[in-house]
């Protein structure tokens, strides 16, 4: 709505049928975004295309158009295969030198319940792919792993049928604390966006989990922090032809200890 304001020529795609509804009627919709691509082309240096998720390999598609000539925001394969390949994630930022905690990557049943009764433990339980979302999540509770065996065991009855694929990493006892910035294609730009999550409705880490509804940002002495973290990622990023928007999260142990990717 901004940008009709500053009267520039906007179309709204939405592939979300559960989304139809926002901002209906109020900004110009089309029900299929790539028969307006020779609109945008008409614009030459002034038309834009936006992709605001990853979903549907999405990426893909995005360097495909960047390559044809396309000023593309929003993501590349590269920036989905952070997203939606937990491991992977985890290893670039291993080869980065950033710690992590340890990552192990199943597609069964099985394997998982045979490695957690190996290895009782306190663990975290996260789903790969562009079908699943934050709120997929599980971190657990009790000491042997048991519930997150029952997290996997649920998601196996309701997806029957189909290959899940999904991690699980050790607990680690911290402070979360997410990093962001946009990267522009050759560079990130600064200052950087740091936040931390109170996930818990109640204080003592109790109640529902909320998301974002608590979330606490700053920009300010962000520089220290970046430069340890995510400006490590520039020269991949740069070299995969991204151009969006990237967050990384971590967990400080302790005030003096190394950052934990998480």
């Known amino acids: 709505?901004?940008?009709?304001?500053?009267?520039?020529?906007?179309?709204?795609?939405?592939?979300?049928?559960?989304?139809?509804?926002?901002?209906?009627?109020?900004?110009?919709?089309?029900?299929?975004?790539?028969?307006?691509?020779?609109?945008?082309?008409?614009?030459?240096?002034?038309?834009?295309?936006?992709?605001?998720?990853?979903?549907?390999?999405?990426?893909?598609?995005?360097?495909?158009?960047?390559?044809?000539?396309?000023?593309?925001?929003?993501?590349?394969?590269?920036?989905?295969?952070?997203?939606?390949?937990?491991?992977?994630?985890q290893n670039v930022l291993k080869s980065l030198g950033m710690q992590i905690a340890p990552v192990f990557e199943f597609q069964s049943m099985d394997e998982a319940r045979t490695f957690i009764q190996a290895r009782p433990a306190r663990y975290v339980l996260k789903f790969n792919g562009d079908n699943f979302g934050a709120a997929d999540n599980y971190v657990g509770r009790f000491p042997d792993g048991?519930?997150?065996l029952a997290m996997i065991s649920a998601k196996f009855e309701q997806s029957p049928g189909c290959c899940l694929s999904f991690v699980i990493m050790e607990f680690v006892e911290g402070v979360e604390m997410g990093v962001g910035a946009y990267f522009d294609g050759e560079t990130f730009l600064t200052p950087a966006c740091l936040d931390w999550e109170h996930k818990r409705f109640f204080p003592g880490d109790m109640g529902e989990l909320t998301g974002e509804m608590g979330t606490v940002?700053?920009?300010?002495?962000?520089?220290?922090?970046?430069?340890?973290?995510?400006?490590r990622m520039a020269p991949l990023l740069?070299?995969?032809?991204?151009?969006?928007?990237?967050?990384?999260?971590?967990?400080?142990v302790k005030w003096d200890?190394?950052?934990?990717?998480?």
């Open 146 to 148: 048991r519930d997150v």
């Open 1 to 89: 709505m901004r940008l009709m304001e500053e009267r520039h020529e906007v179309k709204v795609f939405i592939s979300e049928p559960l989304c139809h509804g926002t901002m209906a009627g109020l900004v110009p919709r089309t029900d299929n975004w790539e028969a307006e691509l020779p609109w945008i082309r008409e614009a030459g240096a002034e038309g834009i295309i936006l992709f605001e998720n990853v979903a549907d390999g999405r990426g893909a598609k995005q360097d495909d158009l960047r390559a044809a000539g396309f000023h593309v925001i929003g993501g590349s394969a590269f920036g989905d295969r952070l997203e939606n390949d937990r491991a992977h994630a």
């Open 257 to 262: 200890s190394p950052m934990v990717s998480s």
């Open 217 to 231: 940002v700053t920009y300010q002495r962000t520089t220290r922090f970046f430069e340890m973290t995510l400006a």
């Open 238 to 252: 740069k070299a995969n032809n991204c151009l969006s928007w990237i967050r990384a999260t971590f967990i400080s």
